[in-house]
């Protein structure tokens, strides 16, 4: 009986390491995948309020330099980037759900920089 198992053991064994393995990976990667960067993200507005944070709906992460082109820091018509500052961000939900008002109150920094359209 014992023989048996032990046989049955070694046999599963490295099955077993596998997907313990595989389980493990997985976790991580979707773990990470919800980790949000300090940066710059593109946002939608609302054409009628496009300065109100409520309806700033949070997008893609651009990077952590200051955007050019179109979309700039020197430019003054809409904005179409935000700068967020998430070290102390605290939230479940993954930030391309959120519009900048409900960063904020996860714990991004209330002091957002915007990059504006230029036309």
Wanted: glycine content about 4%.
């Amino acid at each position: 009986m014992v023989n048996k198992t032990i046989t049955y053991f070694k046999q599963y064994f490295f099955m077993l390491a596998l997907a313990a393995t595989f389980v493990g990976f997985s976790a991580f990667k979707a773990a990470s995948r919800h980790q949000a960067e300090s940066g710059w993200y593109t946002i939608t507005v609302d054409p009628l309020d496009p300065d109100n944070q409520e309806h700033q709906q949070i997008e893609a992460f651009e990077g952590t330099a200051p955007p050019t082109g179109n979309c700039s820091t020197l430019n003054n018509q809409d904005p179409c980037q935000a700068e967020l500052d998430l070290t102390n961000f605290n939230s479940s939900t993954p930030i391309d759900e959120l519009t900048v008002a409900e960063a904020i109150a996860a714990g991004a920094s209330s002091s957002v920089q915007y990059a504006r359209r230029n036309q």
